[in-house]
């Protein structure tokens, strides 16, 4: 046998055992044998991956949204070693560690205004049920035990866990396995301009979607609402940048009625808006901030919910908070938390996610006169969204399982992009990106709308 077969049929054996073992996450049995979009990914550079037969690709969505100074950093992997040999886990409920020490008074320096102490946590969905739990107990401590709601917006996903869950605003993907949801969950409408539910246009619509928010809390009995929780730029609903103004209104809205706000910052933090926090393009303190994924870009699990003094303060004292995760505050994933936190600060890599997202924005924004199927293009920093429609006058969208979409994937990959599209082509690549790598990217989309406009009859 050659080395060439030997390697080939190695291949084969792992690909065949990922289809026999392997229960993909969101994907039906198998779907590595099945599915042209799953690879067995080898290796990682940079934006770039590389597959088990030798394909490299653009890594556009960062993994999944979140490996944010790039594939192949050592010194991450380096300071991952140096700590397991260490002192590899501590538990939280007894003590902690240096690492966790340094990463949270880090954390405490770098964070919206006073949001100065952290519960660290495993990843974004533990982060998400940490607040909602801190949040009703905040409450419970303060003399309103009343004060269980929670108050989400429709398109949002804030996890895979069960509150987490709960709160997001995807009951058409999960109603039909998972309902009843957590009770007491209510959603308001998104701040998605492009597609309003009120059919208003900025500025005359006067915010009515923040508005609703506090109408609801009204109409709920403010006594009974504990928190409002959403994204400062909601990645699952289609990269939907609020309006000015918008998050002023609802941190107003939440003050008037002593609701806490939690703002989710999974997606959305360490950089990837041009900010370190997306909440700093429009000065918002949540009274809990979520975080996860570019904390440690993606090398280890690690999350943790940033708190602002008055919300700590309510568990001092005879009022512990009854909530504890095995992996939190986990010395490894700290180590390589601070590692990666030394590469964004030193590459300067969120000055860079700025500058290149505003170069990817303009690309994109050029298609629009070449593309009829464009029908808006949106972002912030290197979170950048395409809407797809059949037609721009009406707003028309394409089935979300029909052949023109199927058409799209499929040209993105054969022309070396891995992303996420259906109506929206989400674009979301490491902040490590240069001016060189944006353009192919806008290339690469410019290539496959136009396949796409041909499959559907719009060329």
Known sequence: MTEATAVRSNQAALKEAAAEHLFMHSSPYRAIAHDAGKRVLTEGKGIWVTDIDGNRFIDALAGL??????????????????????????????GTTIPAIQLAERLAAMAPGDQNTVFFTSGGSESVESALKIARQYHYHRGEPKRQKIIGRRGSYHGGTYGAMSVSGTRQVTDPYH????????????????????????????????????????????????????????????????????????????DKYGVLLITDEVINGFGRTGKMFASEHWGLVGDMMTMAKGLTSGYVPMGGVMCRPHVVEAFEGPNSLSHLLTYGGHPVAAAAALANLDIIEREGLVENAARMGALLLEGL???????????????????????????????????????????????????????????????CPPLCISPDEVQQIVDIVDGALGDLEQSAGLA
């Open 65 to 94: 949204w979140l490996v944010n100074v790039g594939h192949g950093r050592a010194e991450i992997g380096e300071a991952i070693a140096r700590q397991a040999s260490t002192l590899a886990y501590a538990s939280s409920t007894t």
């Open 179 to 254: 309902s009843p949801f957590m009770p007491g969950v209510l959603h308001a409408s998104p701040p998605y301009c492009y597609r309003c539910d009120f059919r208003q246009s900025f500025p005359g619509c006067g915010l009515l979607c923040a508005d609703q928010i506090g109408q609801m809390i009204e109409y709920e009995n403010p006594k009974t609402v504990a928190a409002v929780i959403a994204e400062p730029i909601s990645a699952s609903n289609g990269i939907v940048v609020p309006p000015d103004g918008y998050w002023q209104r609802v941190r107003e809205i939440c």
């Open 365 to 427: 924004n050029g298609l629009k006169s070449k593309h009829p199927c464009i029908g808006d293009v949106r972002g912030l920093g290197l979170i950048a969204g395409v809407e797809v429609v059949k037609d721009r006058a009406t707003k028309e969208k394409f089935a979300e399982t029909g052949p023109e979409l199927k058409v799209l994937n499929e040209s993105l990959r054969r022309r070396g992009l891995l992303t996420r599209a259906g109506t929206i082509i989400n674009l």
